[in-house]
């Protein structure tokens, strides 16, 4: 069983999945891609056996699960971090916080293409992968030892993607991850003080402002914000206020899925296909935060080696101002 | 100018350091160590003239600076992520809040060997480099626009160092960085209820638990923290209470720098000499945090690839427990 444990001082919860890998020469080459062929893909159509059993899929025509025809297949992780039987048994060692590492894991597979990129996608499939998304936040959220539902994308080995084949993965955690956290407090806090969001604020000046536009729809806006961590980091937040994703409507989704597409277009254009990762921020499960949360998806292209100085502090430097790095993504000829 | 940004939402301030680099194909390759002949090394001896002039040295006879024959060298970086002339010039632009980014960022070059690593090197020249650390602390704390010093070292192409030749960081900030704010937070939170340290907590529990220390002397523990974010992840921490690491007795360097050494070699033999990162955790410079922070240093070998889920999240997945990494390494034959 995984376990749980929370850092005493920054209240930072940890997953120690000692399941996964145990011994110190597991650790000694940093993990790559796996090359795999086609042929052994996991995640290819007709390899359906060589996943854990199907959670959902999208099919054209109704057949029964685990056969291919499908458009987007959703699976448990076959190395989940987390364990979806049991209950969280809390439990204090002096200092020391712990629970059990109860939570789910899965993988959805964006496309049956082995060779093709979300980015490559068209929009209508783009969608097909958002409303997946949603249906399992939805399906999760009854499960109610679950507080969070991280949803992100490892594309590429130096963003830390195992498998080549196009996927992305959930995570339903019993906690608040504590960057979330953070975010919740400081959107409180300027809430409190203005009753505004401050996403909303940041959309109107951003804007106004112009210069860190990346693409704009009737929905959506993509900018790179004000203050990156990374180079060419960017954020995508729909226009009009809503805290939960996996509220969203039809409509937001047609319009969601071509600014994610042009945006990761952009910067597969600028820099030359990078590994990225993108994170879907969205508000906790059950906390009454709707009204000052606004619910974004942040796209990090891995560029730069993260230095001890970064790790170690949380303080970043960034050698691209925002407003350069927009400049050279709206301006890509895509 | 670089300059120093804030993000509205968290708090966190990141530098903005165009001079660095600037076109989008920059970033296209990530950045390894640079293979330089030691001929061409600038940190090697006879070649100070490829630095910027030196701030200080231990020489074992007094001559004129920037000549060989030092033990230890400091000069300004190259390439600073900061400027130091100017004043801070704070300023708001709406939402949000900016200023310049004013700093000190200096190399310390550990010994004049190149291929000697910290962990190579003899006790009484870790002890050295430690005093070195505290000198420059001392001066720079002189200088009131700084509010906060990080001295770290980037050791290995993966850990983020871009030069071969041994050396360490220090970077003078007029901010406090979002990390130690959050660990100094947390800290005045347990002193206000218990009025202890909770550092000093964790170390009666961590000496009463045992199966977290990997080293011990008379003046410090090394152990494998709780919540560990990485594996095999380490913290030296003073047994005595002590906030600010410049303060530091002689004796004390003289048990600081023995017990670095065994946690590196203690780490190479287990890691097959991983790349890694250290960092100083020490008080702000002129905040009255003495009472309840507890400097320490913490080692980070960079083994796994740390994907978009701990980017986007703070929220890391371990996938080893730290009594079992302090079996390993307490265990290692060095």
Redesign the interface.
Known sequence: MP?L??????????????E???R?????P??TTRPLAATLCPFCPGQERLTPKEIMAYRPQPVEPNNPNWTVRVVPNKFP?LQIEGNLDRQGH???DRMNGIGAHEVIIETPNHTESLADMPTKRIEDVLWAYRDRMIDLKNDVRFRYI?I???HG?????TLEHSHS?L?A?PII????F??ID??RA?YEQKERC??C??IR?DL??GDRIVAENPEFLCVT?????F??EMWILPKRHAGHFEESQKTQFEFLAPILSEALRRMDK???K?SY???L?SSPLHEKTGDFYHWHI?I??????????E????????????E??AK?LREAGI
Not at 24 to 28: E, G, I, Q
Not at 300 to 309: D, E, N, R
């Open positions: 376990d444990r929370r850092d005493p001082i920054v209240g930072r919860w940890v997953i120690i999945s000692t996964r890998s145990a110190p020469h597991d650790f000694v940093v993990q971090a002096g200092l020391y991280l992100f994308k490892n080995a130096s963003a830390g993607a993965q995570i955690l991850p504590t960057s979330m953070e975010e400081g959107c300027h401050i996403y604020d940041i000046q106004a402002d914000p004000y203050a990156p961590r180079p060419f600028v820099l030359a990078p990762n993108f994170i921020h942040e990090i292209p891995k560029l730069t080696q993260v230095a001890g100085f790790w170690g502090t949380g303080f970043y430097i960034n050698p691209v101002a925002p350069e790095s050279f």
